[in-house]
């Protein structure tokens, strides 16, 4: 399967003298654009159901002392029956996987948060109406996470937000309308996790909200589902009448209400494309990433052009095990700022979230020219490559560090160095890291402080250090292109010693497997995102050497999730065994029936 042959950059322009930026028009013409942020990928079209609002009323609404139980006993029984609608969600999803299971969890957690019932209680008791004590209580909560660093704890109030919309709706008995017909893009204010497993049972073909995070419960839900969801879209509910017929590019993050032939011409081909390229995926993307003999192992893609991380969004993967951060250079003739970099990199830490991202600092040299360079070199490969060159201009490492570390407000972002040999190198790089965080906290910047640091292995060197390298690296992952390069000194990109060149080396393997041990005795993660990574017959081999990660190229992604389901963990070790003892690559290509 070729996952270029899907590609979500279509022709269509967006003209900005059609973009609604405050969206406070109420008589939008044809074609009309709305921007929101795309939190599920994907396109549809078709009628627009509109879920409108409550109207919440300023919450000082006050009850004689006579009515206080009565009001508790309200209140009371909306919240037993929000609860009993996130238990039969619970059900609805029973056999699917854990972290469904933990969004719901999560709101029968907060719901069920005795802090916040005895806060709501104690208001009704001081003679506000159950549904003032809910507002009120709920906001007052909610202004406490706003004002919080922490953008785990802003994200949470989004959903509490939630939650008060929904438990006043059930207050006032009104009934959502849940009998959605297939095919309709629901537009709503906000949509709650149960919500959306109904939606899902409904068959709605998007979902649209005026509020929302991208790291929300409902968009994890939504993204799990492959329902595309745009949030934030400003007055959706009002914008947006009952019947319209609206576009939502769940990829740029736009909803096009009533669009002309032309813009819909051009959708009906991209949405049919998306449609023959998931086809093709099948069945596997929904499979768990687990041996035969049911043992985790983690598989993520590496992001190594643009284009890679819609792919990877339509994977559903766990995860970005590399992203090759040089792709940014590629036709710039000076380096990006940090406010670009942060923008690019945020972007892709959202997009992802809550699964991880790795992103790699500027591996430029050898083979990968760039700007600032200072001069040619007679042998690039062995010259002024990766971490050596970052260390030397240590003004663009101390930039990419800042826009990495501003981008980890989420807590998935993970960084990494490339092309080191020494101890000192990491000591160094670490030192600068740390500068910058200090930096940071000094000019009051939110970012993740435990952000983990990583070294790459590919180099003999490292490989043989590995164990020294533990004590200051965070994680390891293992660049068998390079590695495979510098253990046989053959150049990666020269065919004519393309056949000295073999990952299957024992030298190589052995290195791996020295290095695969180091990070297991340290207890941290070590994981493949060279080549070998992606080659079928390497995946029993790797996984029975003690790999728990892989990462490859979005394109090798499915036939490696494929090949891992039908390995047996209990075989591949003792295959891994065989294959190690063998004393040349010949005998191990022929333990693997290579040519
Ligand atoms: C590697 O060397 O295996 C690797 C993943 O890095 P790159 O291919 O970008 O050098
Ligand atoms: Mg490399």
């Known amino acids: 399967?070729?996952?270029?042959?899907?590609?979500?950059?279509?022709?269509?322009?967006?003209?900005?003298?059609?973009?609604?930026?405050?969206?406070?028009?109420?008589?939008?013409?044809?074609?009309?654009?709305?921007?929101?942020?795309?939190?599920?990928?994907?396109?549809?079209?078709?009628?627009?159901?509109?879920?409108?609002?409550?109207?919440?009323?300023?919450?000082?609404?006050?009850?004689?002392?006579?009515?206080?139980?009565?009001?508790?006993?309200?209140?009371?029984?909306?919240?037993?029956?929000?609860?009993?609608?996130?238990?039969?969600?619970?059900?609805?999803?029973?056999?699917?996987?854990?972290?469904?299971?933990?969004?719901?969890?999560?709101?029968?957690?907060?719901?069920?948060?005795?802090?916040?019932?005895?806060?709501?209680?104690?208001?009704?008791?001081?003679?506000?109406?159950?549904?003032?004590?809910?507002?009120?209580?709920?906001d007052a909560q909610k202004q406490n996470l706003q004002n919080s660093n922490d953008f785990l704890l802003r994200e949470r109030a989004i959903e509490l937000d939630n939650i008060k919309e929904r438990i006043i709706e059930i207050l006032r008995k009104k009934k959502i309308k849940r009998d959605i017909l297939p095919g309709k893009l629901v537009v709503s204010k906000y949509v709650t996790p149960t919500d959306v497993v109904n939606f899902r049972d409904s068959k709605i073909s998007a979902i649209i909200t005026e509020l929302g995070g991208i790291s929300s419960h409902s968009s994890i839900l939504a993204r799990a589902y492959q329902i595309p969801e745009i949030i934030g879209v400003k007055n959706a509910t009002e914008v947006i009448k009952e019947n319209d017929f609206i576009i939502a590019d769940g990829y740029k993050g736009l909803v096009i209400i009533n669009p002309d032939k032309e813009t819909l011409n051009e959708y009906e081909i991209l949405k049919s494309k998306e449609k023959a390229y998931r086809k093709r995926l099948g069945k596997l993307i929904s499979l768990p990433s687990e041996t035969k003999d049911k043992h985790r192992i983690f598989l993520k893609t590496n992001i190594n052009v643009q284009g890679d991380l819609e792919t990877t969004l339509l994977l559903s993967t766990d995860g970005i095990g590399l992203v090759r951060t040089e792709i940014l250079l590629s036709n710039m003739d000076k380096f990006p700022d940090e406010e670009e970099q942060y923008q690019w990199y945020k972007h892709i830490a959202e997009q992802i979230y809550p699964n991880p991202v790795t992103f790699r600092v500027f591996d430029i040299g050898s083979d990968k020219e760039a700007p600032g360079m200072p001069h040619k070199e007679t042998n690039p490969a062995l010259g002024f490559r990766g971490i050596r060159f970052l260390l030397y201009r240590k003004d663009i490492l101390k930039t990419q560090f800042r826009a990495i570390l501003l981008a980890s407000e989420t807590r998935n972002v993970s960084v990494m160095l490339p092309m080191i040999t020494s101890v000192k190198e990491i000591i160094k790089s670490r030192e600068i890291f740390e500068e910058c965080k200090n930096q940071l906290k000094d000019e009051g910047k939110i970012f993740d402080n435990n952000c983990?640091?990583?070294?790459?292995?590919?180099?003999?060197?490292?490989?043989?250090?590995?164990?020294?390298?533990?004590?200051?690296?965070?994680?390891?992952?293992?660049?068998?292109?390079?590695?495979?390069?510098?253990?046989?000194?053959?150049?990666?990109?020269?065919?004519?010693?393309?056949?000295?060149?073999?990952?299957?080396?024992?030298?190589?393997?052995?290195?791996?497997?020295?290095?695969?041990?180091?990070?297991?005795?340290?207890?941290?993660?070590?994981?493949?995102?060279?080549?070998?990574?992606?080659?079928?017959?390497?995946?029993?081999?790797?996984?029975?050497?003690?790999v728990t990660e892989l990462s490859v190229s979005p394109t090798s992604f499915l036939e490696l999730k494929k090949r891992t389901r039908e390995i047996k963990f209990s075989e591949a070790v003792k295959f891994a065994d065989e294959i190690l003892k063998c004393q040349t690559h010949d005998e191990v290509r022929k333990l693997l029936a290579l040519n």
């Open 1 to 138: 399967m070729n996952t270029s042959e899907f590609n979500m950059d279509s022709k269509i322009q967006i003209d900005d003298r059609l973009i609604v930026d405050d969206n406070h028009n109420e008589n939008y013409t044809n074609n009309s654009i709305f921007r929101g942020i795309p939190s599920s990928p994907g396109i549809a079209y078709g009628y627009a159901f509109v879920i409108k609002p409550e109207t919440v009323v300023i919450p000082t609404e006050t009850i004689e002392k006579s009515k206080i139980n009565e009001e508790l006993e309200k209140f009371e029984s909306a919240k037993n029956e929000l609860i009993s609608e996130y238990y039969l969600a619970l059900r609805k999803v029973q056999f699917e996987s854990k972290n469904i299971h933990a969004v719901i969890e999560t709101n029968i957690l907060i719901i069920s948060d005795p802090y916040l019932i005895n806060g709501i209680k104690k208001r009704i008791q001081s003679c506000y109406t159950a549904e003032s004590s809910i507002i009120q209580e709920f």
């Open 452 to 546: 983990p640091f990583g070294v790459m292995i590919e180099t003999p060197a490292a490989a043989i250090q590995s164990k020294v390298f533990s004590n200051y690296a965070n994680f390891f992952s293992i660049g068998t292109n390079d590695l495979t390069q510098y253990t046989l000194a053959a150049d990666r990109t020269n065919e004519l010693v393309s056949d000295v060149f073999d990952s299957f080396h024992p030298a190589v393997l052995k290195l791996i497997k020295m290095t695969i041990d180091a990070a297991r005795e340290a207890n941290i993660p070590v994981s493949i995102c060279g080549e070998l990574a992606g080659h079928l017959a390497a995946t029993s081999i790797l996984i029975g050497m003690g």
